[in-house]
């Protein structure tokens, strides 16, 4: 992947996406070139078959030495055996040069996809990315393939189809010049119609497929209520709007076939019959094989025009997939790691002085005036109503977002001058939502490790107490826990989480509402697992059950991104403050 890492060294967002393309295709430049002559040689009896054809016609009508026919039909079915190999050869070069292009372009995504900042993320929907990253990729390949295969075949046509008219018969040059373009220009006229129709047919298509997912959507409460007939005629109005749009696009193909079809034909008859007349008449020189070659390269040179006029479209999206792309490759909003000193070791002292942080466009900051100090070693609970700063203090520790006022310290040393990066090797994070991706146990736990042997991952499920449960699996560590853990329960993958956690050995935890939304015994026995994992490290605990941070060596309550209160759960609870009218409410809930 070496060679991908260097494509993202181009403007891309606000480049002509022209000179973008050009520029990742720079390292296959010759094989395109001797795809390109490949292509023409091997496509060559597309444009010199009326050519051949005339020659035959010629030495029929005026009786020239039969060796002459012999040579004009050996050499066309010379030329259709080279198709094959010729065609091989074109792919094998084509091929993998458009593959290597899209492969450099979702590498480069993903690179920098893990080089923005959290925040950037935090604005951008997963699935925005995704379509990005997938389909603004294939569309740019797509584009490439369909210009290659149809541009080339067409550019070749046409170009050889005028150089052999201006070299045999020059003076219907002029008139294939016009007539060829009008033509052509005729039918994309017919056709814009056709477009207007299939925009109102997709769109349509578009709003049916919005019913359906609705109408799956509320089946429960449908069928709960008695309302199916209300929701079938829901639906059967968008149907039959889907019908109309259809029968009216196929009314319209209808029309643009026959119309093509006739004003083509009508233009190569009138081809046909001026060429014909110029020979029986014997102007220009023209031979009555001359007729049949200019009439049928009328044909094939109008098809090459409007093939190429068809393939605007499919470039313009190409090159706006192109731009879609450079949107996230030159995306401003990164993580600024690069020269900053690496952290080779962590004892976990932080030291928060008057931090401030406000989110772009917020009417308020969410922390203000934070002043903290975190012992290593120390297990410290925020607390607060939603929105009090907490997920944003938590976020500030592990560097995801930087401090727009004051300062963090880690060890004695501004966190600013070092590269966060380095700094998350000593951090582990059990999020309120597990994220596992669909593998077996055994990967999960020690994803992101090299030479993990299943002593320690047993070791670590078991410090989690997530042990039993494993080996009552069908295949124990080799369990494959499905599309973000759907085979296991919400405790279960809580438990797999906290032994990635454990298998760490980080300096520093942070643990975001870790127990929330669970039973009484899975929440028990994770408890007894962090309880287990916090020994010995700096921990900061998001919870909103204040019963599971009572132990916590001080607890912080938080109003207004500002601390309001700071001691233990006793010193809390005696004062009758914030944090005592918290726990009198959960314990009357």
Request: proline letters at 3%; a neutral charge; charged letters at 20%.
């Amino acid at each position: 992947m070496a060679d991908c890492a260097t494509s993202i060294d181009h403007h891309y967002r606000g480049e002509n996406p022209l000179r973008t393309l050009a520029f990742l295709c720079r390292e296959d430049r010759a094989r395109l070139a001797i795809g390109a002559l490949l292509f023409v040689v091997k496509s060559s009896p597309t444009w010199l078959l009326p050519l051949i054809t005339a020659n035959v016609v010629d030495i029929v009508v005026t009786h020239q030495p039969v060796s002459r026919l012999w040579f004009n039909c050996g050499l066309l079915l010379g030329l259709l055996l080279l198709n094959f190999p010729g065609h091989l050869l074109y792919v094998r070069c084509y091929s993998p040069a458009i593959r290597r292009i899209s492969n450099t372009l979702r590498f480069a995504l993903c690179r920098r996809l893990q080089e923005l900042s959290i925040g950037y993320h935090s604005r951008t929907s997963s699935g925005v990315l995704q379509t990005k990253v997938v389909r603004d990729v294939e569309t740019v390949e797509q584009m490439l393939q369909q210009a290659s295969d149809g541009g080339l075949s067409a550019l070749s046509s046409l170009v050889a189809g005028l150089i052999i008219i201006g070299v045999r018969t020059p003076s219907f040059l002029p008139v294939f010049l016009l007539v060829v373009p009008a033509a052509a220009f005729v039918v994309m006229r017919l056709r814009s119609r056709l477009r207007v129709q299939n925009e109102t047919f997709r769109a349509e298509v578009e709003q049916l497929s919005s019913r359906v997912i609705e109408m799956t959507a509320l089946i429960p409460i449908t069928r709960g209520h008695g309302l199916e007939r209300s929701a079938i005629e829901r639906v059967d109005g968008t149907l039959r709007r889907v019908r109309k749009a259809g029968l009216t696009l196929d009314l319209t193909n209808g029309k643009f076939g026959a119309l093509s079809w006739i004003t083509l034909n009508f233009l190569g008859v009138g081809c046909l019959t001026a060429a014909a007349l110029i020979a029986y008449y014997g102007t220009f020189g023209v031979t009555p094989g001359d007729v049949v070659m200019l009439s049928a390269f009328f044909s094939s040179l109008t098809g090459s025009v409007i093939a190429l006029l068809n393939l605007a479209p499919v470039i313009s999206k190409g090159l706006e997939s192109v731009r879609s792309v450079g949107q996230v490759l030159e995306a401003p909003d990164l993580e600024s790691n690069e020269g900053k000193a690496e952290v080779t070791a962590a004892a976990g002292a932080f030291e928060f002085r008057d931090v401030t942080f406000a989110y772009p466009d917020a009417a308020s900051p969410s922390v203000a005036g934070f002043d903290l100090s975190v012992q290593a070693g120390e297990t410290v609970a925020l607390v607060g109503a939603s929105g009090a700063g907490k997920s944003t203090v938590l976020n500030l520790v592990i560097g995801f977002l930087r401090p727009t006022g004051g300062r963090i310290e880690l060890d004695g040393v501004d966190m600013e001058t070092l590269d966060l990066r380095t700094f998350r090797r000593f951090v582990s994070v059990v999020p309120q939502e597990t994220i596992l991706f669909e593998g077996t146990i055994r990967q999960n736990v020690s994803y992101g490790l090299e030479n993990v042997d299943d002593d320690a991952i047993t070791a670590a499920l078991r410090d989690a107490n997530a042990l039993e449960f494993v080996e009552q699996l069908p295949y124990g560590l080799d369990t494959v826990v499905g599309e973000r853990g759907a085979r296991l329960s919400g405790g279960q993958k809580q438990r797999i989480a906290i032994a990635r956690a454990v298998i760490r050995d980080p300096r520093v935890l942070i643990l975001d509402e870790a127990t929330s939304a669970l039973d009484t015994r899975s929440e028990a026995l994770i408890q007894d697992a962090l309880a287990r994992l916090m020994r010995g490290r700096t921990t900061f605990v998001v919870a909103h059950r204040l019963s599971t941070i009572r132990d916590a060596d001080r607890i912080v309550v938080m109003d207004g991104g500002q601390v309001a209160q700071i001691g233990t759960h006793e010193a809390l609870l005696r004062t009758k403050g914030a944090y005592a009218s918290l726990h009198a409410v959960q314990v009357a809930a």
